[in-house]
């Protein structure tokens, strides 16, 4: 087939490299350096992670292969050639591993809550999104996928109620309780005493300390096990990203069907509730059927333990699988409505002075404006009312606003922005666990505010890239006494500082959101995703109709061909780009002392599909300011061509 993607040349000279895209090309190299480092410390040869510690009844799967959660992002942004089958190396051996501890069956996990098997396959959609080519992982996800529609052996699903049976499902279906280390829920789970009680109005329960009687604690255990271990449970929308990634392979309408269904499903819910969507239903579909009729109660809920950070996350999630699925904006409303009850019932108040289930992410996020009032939202609700203030989760809406440009969601994170009571253009030295929290300075950054964002957060990732590296140097632990976070904690790949400047894109929501970037490209001379070697790019504008990037040849030899693609699979239509174009001169008489001026005009170049394709000499730079239509193809997983 003829390739008819437009094509221009860049002829702007770079002249002395600008910072940011000399950072951007080192902290490339420095994470390719790092993931082998990682891969030769913590892994057997077959892929698997070196453990030797136990398996708890369900606990744990996710955070094997949370280890490698954005190793494919960084494939497809442009890292190292053999990092993609590493990745399929890692995935395969921590399957295996897996399979031998019980928690996965038929390379799926066996039966866990949404929140945690999201995070767990964000490496599984990073590859199908790397390599869609590969037919064992297109039937994978498939099969995965299939678990969960109507008329499945695994009976996860009940068409007839509309429900998932069990919070905890997979492949060995329902698997109703919650962990069997909770049979007895007492006060000497430390760990989890910063969520308070599960469940509240038990006889002689009132507060954390009647735990520590062991027939309150059983009693808990009990009711744990019969009132949140059965029934749907809100974050179960998390689910649909299986669906929509098996979808976006052929466009079988029986994935896309299922998924919008049960969304739906749970959005009527929520219109039946005033709006707030609820965490829970029984086994016959009804609200509040397993918690006296109270809408919140339910697993990974409202009241325990995380609230808006679990319902939030997946109703998100789901949201942005509903613009994939049907090419609109009309089911949004999933995701906003979360944001917007917790926001009305917002306060202000400092991180310092304020009692909140999770601190140290904010400590970390703002620093010493953690002294400062600001805006905080309740994350939690029970029967005194809502509960756990701590500042909103500025990824949440952003993603909204990132999957459909709209108005009302701009809106939304600019009247978080007024209410802060700290400067967004901030840039701190840290890392949380969903590899997040940057988005404040890097909107400020696309809002003109902040024009030394780029350098800034590249240096801060190259810092983290070095702490990982010298904890990894100076890891002596015996694999026999390893923590089951003990690798997340010490991935050194990091991925969201390239996200947003090449693509354009968020940080993906880390409890199973798929990765629709806003722009993408593909190392066309080596029929490959990401950017060539040697090409930095710099996206600053991201409009609804319109999207800005510079893309700089870094190196002294050698044209690079790259594909830019509006869209991660291909849904945006570039009408035309304005290019920067410079005048004859350059490099000028070599008798002279410097450089001539480089003169420079716009052009405006008609394209008329998804992609364009640039050719950079090296020492060659080019400005190109996209006007787009969203939403105008299909979107499907794409190969390294396009085709």
Known sequence: MTDTTPRITASVPVGSPPAWAVLQRRLFDALDEAWRAFSRRYCEPDGRLRYEGPAASRDGADDFYEAFFNWPTLYQLGGADDLLDTCKHHWTGVTAQLTELGYVVDEFERGYDWFHMGESMLLFYGICAADPRDAHFAERARRFAELYL?????????????IIRAPHNGAGGPRYGLNDEWASYGADLTVMRPYGLPLRGLPGISRWEDLADPAGA????????????????????AATSLATNAWLYGHEDRFRDWALAYIDTWQRRADANDGILPDNTGPSGRVGELHDGRWYGGNYGWSWPHGVYSVG???????????????????????????????????????????????????????EDADRPTLLVPNRYADGGWFDHQPPQLGLPLWLWHAGTAAEDRDRIDRLRKAAGYDWRTVRAFRNKEEAGHEAPWLEYLRGENPDYPAAILRTALGQVERRMALIAADDADPATFNIHHWQRLNPVLTEALLQLTTGTPQVLYNGGLLPTRLAYHDAD???????????????????????????????????????????????????????????????????????????????????GPRLRVELPPGRRIRLDLRLTARAYRPAHQTPTGS
């Open 526 to 608: 080596r029929g490959r995703p990401g950017l060539p070697p040697d090409v930095a790019a710099l996206v600053d504008t991201v409009e609804p109709d319109r999207t800005s990037v510079e893309l700089v040849h870094t190196g002294l030899t050698g044209t690079r061909a790259v594909t830019v693609q509006a869209g991660a699979f291909g849904e945006h239509r570039i009408e035309a780009a304005r290019i920067t174009a410079a005048e004859p001169g350059y490099p000028g008489d070599p008798r002279a002392y410097t450089a001539p001026a480089a003169a420079t005009t716009v052009r405006e170049v008609p394209v008329g």
């Open 218 to 237: 059983a009693r808990m255990g009990a009711a744990m096990h019969e009132r949140i271990g059965r029934g749907d449970t809100a974050v179960n929308l």
């Open 313 to 367: 996350n997946a109703a998100v999630i789901a949201a942005v699988n509903t613009v994939l699925l049907t090419g609109s904006t009309d089911r949004l409303a999933i995701g906003r409505g979360p944001l917007d009850t917790v926001a009305a019932h917002a306060v202000q108040g400092t991180v310092t002075g304020t009692e909140m289930s999770i601190s140290d992410r904010w400590h970390a996020e703002l620093g």
């Open 150 to 162: 109507p008329g499945s052996p695994t009976g996860n699903y009940d068409p007839d109620t509309g």
